[in-house]
């Protein structure tokens, strides 16, 4: 049933493309021939990455073996079965914290995980054209990208140009906390939640999150323990 919903979705991609140019289309239809690898359902995709996470927490990371074999074997496609949006500081690297391998995460950071059109139009081709139907949203304790727009709005003084987009990327999801008082920590948990609820807006995955058929986690890194709090 997935393999035909997938088929569907992809012809009705190909379909669509064919009025906007030859370029676009030839495009689409690469990702259209993206080998017929069976979607991973989401319930399957988190325990995949639990279990990960466990091996990285335990210290016995198995899944980074093999690794020039695996980049061999997906020279012409790609099938991977979780998209991850996560913060860019560099003690938070997911194919690490989830013990994946080449080719087993889609993966957009960014300072802050937020959520701009970029990575709707990724989270999205992920779904559509990768047959991804799992998003985790993780943030993570101390991260100073939430600490310093808390900071601005706190202190009303704004970041700096181009510092300022990462502001205005968390700072509405974030304001509630600030304006009550509330804690850093709190900012982090919020703001991977109003990311999470952002994703809903897009007119791929939202309809896709609606039924079920894609899932939406959020969750928070633990720097002591290593550990992937799921909060959703
Ligand atoms: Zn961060």
Redesign the pocket.
Known sequence: MHDHLSLSRRSALIAGAAALGSLYTGRLAAWAAAPAAPSVDPAEALARLVAGNKRFVGGTLSNQDGVTERRLALTGHQAPFASILS???SR?PPELVFDQNVGDLFVFRN???FVVDSVLGTLEYGYSALGVKLIVVM??EQ????SATYDAIANAKPLPPNLDAIENGIQRGIWPVVAAHGSKQEAVLANVRAQAEKLKASPVLGPAIASGDCKVVTAEYRFDSGAVDVLT
């Not at 991260?143 to 939430?146: L, R, S, T």
Request: with cysteine; charged share 10%; proline share 0%.
């Open positions: 913060c860019s500081d938070v300072a802050g995980n943030g993570h991260c100073g990208a939430v």
